[in-house]
């Protein structure tokens, strides 16, 4: 290898993730992370998790948002698709679901807290807070 060059390593391809997006008299339901997660520790984000092999996106949102929050998604709908780097260094492909209907009682199962927040400037992730922001408005002019 010449001096000033340096090999490049194959990019890792992306994990494919989803996250849900709850609703409700103009706060969104959010999850702070704990702090001894591997990934964004102590930040504040959109419910959601990984993708299983062979699993689909509408499957795969679904038993997330069972084990992490106990509920059970009756109508969801597919509403953007980005990439994330967490702090760990994972590439991530999220793919956000506005959850329009669920049944059961809201609970933290994984992670710190769970709870409704209005200020949707504590959301640790600025494209989180655009997507937030721009349902939030949509649903006040409905």
Not at 43 to 72: I, N, Q, W
Request: net charge positive; glycine share 8%; aromatic share 6%.
């Amino acid at each position: 290898m010449k001096s000033g060059v340096s090999a490049r390593l194959p990019r890792r391809r992306a994990v494919e993730c989803v996250s849900g997006i709850l609703l409700s008299d103009g706060a969104v339901l959010v999850e702070k992370r704990r702090a001894n997660d591997d990934a964004d520790p102590g930040l504040v984000f959109l419910p959601g998790g990984h993708v299983e092999v062979g699993e689909s996106l509408d499957r795969a949102l679904k038993r997330e948002m069972r084990e992490e929050l106990g509920v059970r998604v009756e109508k969801a709908a597919p509403i953007r698709v980005r990439y994330y780097k967490a702090s760990n260094g994972e590439r991530q492909r999220i793919h956000y679901f506005r959850i329009k209907d669920w049944k059961g009682k809201i609970r933290s199962n994984e992670a710190e807290s769970v709870y409704w927040e209005s200020d949707i400037r504590h959301l640790g992730d600025s494209i989180e807070r655009k997507i937030v922001f721009k349902l939030l408005s949509q649903v006040s002019r409905v």
